[in-house]
Structures are given as C-alpha cells and as structure tokens.
C-alpha cells in the first residue's frame, strides 16, 4: 500500500460483544462499507471519551440496551479496500452485560440496521463484517474463560 497517498486518515472504532448467556448481539449493516454484513454494536469513538464510554454510548444509541461491566477484549487493525469507500479503523472490542436481563434490543437507527437479534457465537450469522470475520477466524471467543 502507497504510503502518503490520498486515502483516509485511520480512525479509531469501538465494536461491543453485548453479552445475553451464551448468545451475541448482532445487526445486519445497511450502510455502504460492509453492506449486508453482520456486525456487533459500535461506532466512532468521539474525542475525549473513553473505551468504556464510547461502548455504552453507541449500544445505546443503536439499540436502546443500558450495558453495565464494559470491559476491553482486544484490539485489531483493520484495512478494507474492496469497499466504495476505503478505510482503515484501529476497532477496539469490548464486552458488555446487559443492565437489565429482560431488556430487549430495539433498531433505533432502521437506515443503518436491518434489525438486532441474539445469535450462537458457535453458529454466527454469514456473512460478518470483515473485522469481526477476522476475529472469529483467529479463534477468539468473547465469553470469559474462567
């Protein structure tokens, strides 16, 4: 890749693994990059805010859930060129809880989201955008081990 060229400034992503027993949440995305994908919760993070305040901002914002025992996961370095709009996202994945058991996701932006539902990490819907792909390629799990 040309260093220096006129593509996009990388930016920094937040995705979170909203928690439900063993089930994800996740959305199909309506949006340009990874149309028809399914994804987890996330969005920009904004300046000055945290890890942990970007995550329960943007599942708040996308599906109506108050999520308590935000936690980091891990981070990856995601380069997308075969998309119309290029991009580079640093994604920084965080797990979350749900504040309230009997909450249930709402699709609180229908532009951008085809709708939320609970799905077996075992058995993920196809197909994943390509930074939560390459997750599950790499064998990761978001449920804690101990």
């Not at 006129?6 to 928690?19: E, K, N």
């Not at 981070?75 to 709009?85: A, G, T």
């Amino acid at each position: 890749m040309e260093k220096g060229s006129d593509l996009p400034a990388p930016f920094v992503g937040v995705a979170v693994f909203v928690l439900k027993g063993k089930k994800v949440l996740m959305g199909r995305r309506l949006s340009a990059v990874g149309h028809n994908t399914f994804a987890l919760p996330g969005g920009h993070l904004e300046f000055g805010e945290s890890f942990e305040e970007c995550a329960a901002r943007e599942v708040k914002e996308e599906t109506g859930l108050d999520v308590v025992k935000i936690e980091f996961l891990a981070v990856r370095n995601n380069v997308v060129l075969n998309e119309p709009k290029p991009a580079h996202v640093v994604c920084i994945f965080m797990r979350a809880a749900l504040a309230d058991a009997d909450q249930l996701p709402q699709n609180m932006e229908p532009e951008k989201c085809g709708g939320w539902e609970w799905y077996d990490w075992e058995d993920p819907p196809k197909p994943l955008f390509i930074g939560l792909e390459n997750l599950v390629q790499s064998g990761f799990t978001p449920f804690p081990t101990d």
